[in-house]
């Protein structure tokens, strides 16, 4: 059976409304799904009703930035009580910071000589101020795409590259990401239940057993093991890693958006599925009908 358990919306940093997202994956055979925006819940109810409509089990989700000592890293949450008052008390304060350090970089951009309507600009975000809108408004204007293309030496710089140059670089103001404690993640779901899993580990190098245990000690519940950020050998590591501790094992497209017509492969299902018998425990997150 063919499952989807990480998928992002406009609610976060993708470019489908969670409708959209619902018929998208309807059309690829997916059954069950989890709609997984960055520390927002604001999009699921739109996308339970989307589901239901397509014959999709929709489980609550969402990817969260987590901090545990001196580690920072993703998570994702899944069959969690997204109604819960506390829950939106604790992501609204990450939104803040997260907006507080988005205007920073703004202005600083706007004093070396980009043309940004900071306040019009942030004000389209009402949840998560995704990084990669942001350039998306920053080079919408001729006038700050020629200054990027004169100042990177490229005709067509990379969103990446963007993305280092003026997010990422410690010289004009380094954006951070409003992290949330892992001690008070986990305090929040004894109430509000859910499974934590950590997400696309291989990606950021995050398969050492030492952080791997120092999160089994505050009850972390699973790992990603079906990623399009992981390579076959990351896969095999991490199933072992997965037995080794007993942990469920889940699987995502990490989807964002269609590319363009242009391309020949237009999304990640064209060459990435997940099948939901390949994953250990899955059933502990998608159920025993899922």
Same mark, same amino acid.
């Given at each position: 059976?063919?499952?989807? +358990?990480?998928?992002?919306?406009?609610?976060?940093?993708?470019?489908?409304? $969670?409708?959209?997202?619902?018929?998208?994956?309807?059309?690829?055979?997916?059954?069950?799904?989890?709609?997984?925006? &960055?520390?927002?819940?604001?999009?699921?109810?739109?996308?339970? /009703?989307?589901?239901?409509?397509?014959? *999709?089990?929709? *489980?609550?989700?969402?990817?969260?930035?987590?901090? =545990?000592?001196?580690?920072?890293?993703?998570?994702?949450?899944? /069959?969690?009580? @997204? &109604?819960?008052?506390?829950?939106?008390?604790?992501?609204?304060?990450?939104?803040?910071?997260?907006?507080?350090?988005?205007?920073?970089?703004?202005? !600083?951009? !706007?004093?070396?000589?980009?043309?940004?309507?900071?306040?019009?600009?942030?004000?389209?975000?009402? &949840?998560?101020?995704?990084?990669?809108?942001?350039?998306?408004?920053?080079?919408?204007?001729?006038?700050?795409?020629?200054?990027?293309?004169?100042?990177?030496?490229?005709?067509? $710089?990379?969103?990446?590259?963007?993305? /280092?140059?003026?997010?990422?670089?410690?010289?004009?103001?380094? +954006?951070?990401?409003?992290?949330?404690?892992?001690?008070?993640?986990?305090?929040?779901?004894?109430?509000?239940?859910?499974?934590?899993? #950590?997400?696309? $580990?291989?990606?950021?190098?995050?398969?050492?057993?030492? @952080?791997?245990?120092? =999160?089994?000690?505050? !009850?972390?519940?699973? *790992?990603?093991? #079906?990623? $399009?950020?992981?390579?076959?050998?990351?896969?095999? &590591?991490?199933?072992?890693?997965?037995?080794?501790?007993? #942990?469920?094992?889940?699987?995502?497209?990490?989807?964002?958006? =269609?590319?363009? /017509?242009?391309? @020949?492969?237009?999304?990640?299902?064209?060459? @990435?599925?997940?099948?939901?018998?390949? #994953?250990?425990?899955?059933?502990? *997150?998608?159920?025993?009908?899922?």
């Amino acid at each position: 059976m063919l499952i989807d +358990l990480q998928l992002h919306s406009t609610y976060s940093d993708g470019y489908m409304s $969670p409708s959209q997202i619902a018929e998208f994956i309807c059309d690829q055979g997916v059954k069950v799904a989890a709609l997984s925006d &960055h520390n927002t819940v604001s999009g699921l109810g739109e996308f339970f /009703n989307a589901c239901k409509r397509h014959n *999709i089990k929709a *489980i609550s989700g969402m990817e969260i930035y987590a901090k =545990l000592h001196n580690y920072r890293f993703n998570l994702l949450w899944y /069959n969690f009580d @997204f &109604h819960d008052p506390e829950l939106h008390n604790v992501l609204r304060d990450s939104q803040v910071r997260r907006r507080k350090s988005m205007r920073n970089v703004l202005t !600083k951009l !706007k004093d070396n000589g980009f043309e940004i309507e900071i306040e019009k600009v942030l004000d389209k975000y009402n &949840h998560y101020i995704p990084l990669n809108h942001m350039v998306d408004e920053i080079i919408t204007s001729k006038k700050n795409y020629k200054k990027i293309i004169r100042e990177l030496k490229a005709d067509k $710089p990379s969103e990446i590259k963007i993305i /280092n140059n003026y997010f990422h670089n410690k010289d004009i103001y380094r +954006l951070t990401n409003a992290y949330i404690d892992m001690d008070d993640i986990v305090e929040l779901k004894k109430k509000i239940g859910g499974q934590l899993i #950590l997400c696309h $580990p291989a990606k950021y190098n995050f398969m050492r057993r030492s @952080f791997l245990e120092d =999160l089994l000690e505050v !009850k972390i519940d699973g *790992i990603e093991k #079906l990623s $399009p950020h992981h390579s076959y050998a990351a896969v095999i &590591h991490i199933q072992k890693l997965a037995k080794r501790y007993n #942990l469920i094992e889940t699987g995502g497209s990490d989807f964002h958006r =269609l590319e363009s /017509n242009s391309k @020949f492969i237009n999304h990640a299902w064209q060459y @990435f599925s997940i099948d939901s018998s390949n #994953l250990r425990r899955i059933k502990d *997150i998608i159920g025993k009908n899922g």
